[in-house]
């Protein structure tokens, strides 16, 4: 059974500009949900999404968004990039909310 | 903010030896769950114990889970090199599903 995965690997952005990440869960999970790593937040909640629909939101300004398409694979978007924005991007499927999470390796973004 | 944290930040041990990082967590939880990170990667799940358990194993893991104390722990017994990594605890709030919401992990060192 193929994992999560997510892409690009890597990312270097320039201030101002937006970025779209991707997701791809486990086969039969509908639901997807996104965290931002960073150093001096630690693990931040972005949003969970389950058979297309945002369930749950966490405390990221509107340049935050998020959608999932009926495959239940889940994208990501960050507009008007800041310098704050450099962080691991990490996703996470599962089967329903309360279960155990299968999270991908991550994105990682450096804005310039 | 964080709902979970973890205490120590940083446990440094030899192998052989067992590690125990704590967990302390502020609201009502459908859950609580134990993942580990190696180096910025992907978090892989460990265990998960529900709100009506109150101890789990798996392995050379051993969650405990004291919900009139809001806190939990983790023990990993006979540790290895390869336990080496960062320990989060996340838990699954009641009615927010989806969500898990992080400690600031315990970054563990096992020396051979």
């Known amino acids: 059974k193929a994992g999560v995965t997510q892409t690009p690997r890597y990312l270097i952005k320039t201030r101002g500009q937006q970025v779209t990440l991707s997701c791809s869960p486990i086969?039969?999970?509908?639901?997807v949900s996104w965290y931002q790593q960073t150093p001096g937040q630690g693990l931040q909640f972005l949003f969970e999404?389950?058979?297309?629909?945002?369930?749950n939101k966490g405390n990221f300004p509107g340049r935050f968004s998020g959608r999932q398409f009926s495959n239940s694979r889940s994208e990501m978007n960050v507009s008007t990039l800041e310098l704050g924005d450099s962080a691991l991007y990490l996703c996470?499927?599962?089967?329903?909310?309360?279960?155990?999470?299968?999270f991908g390796q991550g994105t990682r973004l450096t804005v310039v | 903010s964080q709902q979970g944290e973890e205490d120590p930040q940083a446990l440094s041990i030899q192998e052989g030896e067992n590690a125990t990082m704590n967990c302390s967590y502020k609201?009502?939880?459908?859950?609580l769950q134990w993942y580990r990170q190696n180096s910025g990667r992907g978090l892989v799940h460990l265990i998960l114990?529900?709100?009506?358990?109150r101890e789990k194993h798996s392995g050379r893991l051993r969650v405990t889970l004291d919900t009139s104390k809001k806190s939990s722990s983790l023990l990993i017994t006979a540790s290895r090199a390869a336990d080496t990594a960062s320990y989060f605890c996340?838990?699954?709030?009641?009615?927010?599903?989806?969500?898990?919401?992080f400690g600031a992990g315990t970054q563990v060192v096992v020396t051979p």
């Open positions: 996470a499927s599962r089967w329903t909310g309360d279960t155990e999470a299968f």
């Open positions: 086969s039969g999970h509908r639901s």
């Open positions: 999404y389950f058979s297309e629909t945002q369930r």
């Open positions: 609201t009502s939880i459908n859950n």
């Open positions: 114990i529900r709100s009506n358990e």
């Open positions: 996340a838990t699954v709030i009641t009615d927010s599903w989806g969500k898990l919401q």
